[in-house]
T-cell receptor, first 116, second 116 residues
């Protein structure tokens, strides 16, 4: 149980285009999902907390107009990287908490974004 | 502020050796959770264990064991009789236990290499 999927697993795009990444909880409902970014050989950096039916809460330094987050249902959150640039190339990972739970985050497999 | 320190950046051992990954944390919360996650080369974070701050009992799961010492703010992870498949980056993480304070704070990770 507690499986989280991400789509796509990798994406290559041209500079200036927008890319949407989906995060789904497959066998549970998640009122809260999280989006992280990970650079090579570094730890995970929390970008934003996504709550179903409300606006996402962004961490300091993360541009909310560039990284659009939508949590439209209890099983789906999306991250859209708008007008992507090469510096946005990174590994993006989402996680989800079981609704009503206060503890464990279950992580998706990640999406590797390369912007040319 | 919460902080997690994994002082060992990289560890390399020969198969069948025992290895301990250190984790030291800082928090002002009286109630909190500690976690260990494994990140194999595929990138997905695999949940290993969650420990509540009120529960200082050590835990053993197969070849894995965890030592939680509140007095020294440490939550160390030991792999007994290591195997090549244990090669991965291991992250220790901390979160608050109160609703609304559940962001995960990650350590920098320890890259473990098990050589045949």
């Amino acid at each position: 149980g507690a499986v989280v999927s991400q789509h796509p697993s990798w994406v290559i795009c041209k500079s200036g285009t927008s890319v949407k990444i989906e995060c789904r909880s497959l066998d549970f409902q998640a009122t809260t999902m999280f989006w992280y970014r990970q650079f090579p050989k570094q730890s995970l950096m929390l970008m934003a907390t996504s709550n179903e039916g409300s606006k996402a809460t962004y961490e300091q330094g993360v541009e909310k107009d560039k990284f659009l987050i939508n949590h439209a249902s209890l099983t789906l959150s999306t991250l859209t990287v708008t007008s992507a640039h090469p510096e946005d190339s990174s590994f993006y990972i989402c996680s989800a908490k079981i609704a009503g739970s206060t503890d464990t985050q279950y992580f998706g497999p990640g999406t590797r974004l390369t912007v040319l | 502020a919460q902080k997690v320190t994994q002082a060992q950046t990289e560890i390399s051992v020969v198969e069948k050796e025992d290895v301990t990954l250190d984790c030291v944390y800082e928090t002002r919360d009286t109630t909190y959770y500690l976690f260990w996650y494994k990140q194999p080369p595929s990138g997905e974070l695999v949940f290993l264990i969650r420990r509540n701050s009120f529960d200082e009992q050590n835990e053993i799961s197969g070849r894995y064991s965890w030592n939680f010492q509140k007095s020294t703010s440490s939550f160390n992870f030991t792999i007994t009789a290591s195997q090549v498949v244990d090669s991965a980056v291991y992250f220790c993480a901390l979160s608050g236990a109160i609703q609304g304070a559940q962001k995960l704070v990650f350590g920098q990770g320890t890259r473990l290499t098990i050589n045949p």
